[in-house]
């Protein structure tokens, strides 16, 4: 059974938002058009408290897309973006959401960021979805959405390591492409054995 994961298509990421990736919303058409050939259509939901770790704001002296440690690795300090409950965390008005079946929200713990649809960036706390596609009988995913460097990247990658057959669709996605992440995360992927198509 085919799953189409739909990854982070929300305000905020799209021209105008907070984290806006270039062109974020070019792509909504053309997801809204491959859901109707899948058997199960899941989205992802960035859902940040107000005041969570990854922003920027909450350090001093520190700038969005500056790298800082945290106790589960490296991470970036975003702009503050996906804040539950407001317009810039809600999915794109352009975006067939009556497909979806299940609406996986991440990066809710306020001490932790959350990247993959899987896990979050600690690589052990699951959110559950691995259990959701099992019990469907899902085994291949194709994914989509924003951003392919970072959200698109991570989940791919995790699900291909946790068995899935998974192929990222590139017209369907955008990246941040932040200092050559998107040409790591094109290569990550790839060894991976994530199929870019």
Known sequence: MDALIVIDVQNDFCPGGALAVPGGDEIIAGINTLMNKFDAVVLTQDWHPAGHSSFATLHE????????????????????????????????????????????????????????????NDHTTPTGLEGYLRTRGVTRLTMVGLATDFCVNFSAVDAAGLGFETTVRQDLCRAIDLDGSLAAALDGMKQADVTLA
């Open 61 to 120: 002296g520190k700038a969005p897309f500056e790298m800082i440690k945290m106790p589960y690795g490296p991470q970036v300090l975003w702009p503050d973006h996906c804040v539950q409950g407001t317009e810039g965390a809600a999915f794109h008005a352009g975006l067939n959401t009556e497909r979806a079946e299940l609406i996986i929200r991440k990066g809710f713990r306020p001490a932790i960021d959350s990247y993959s649809a899987f896990f979050e």
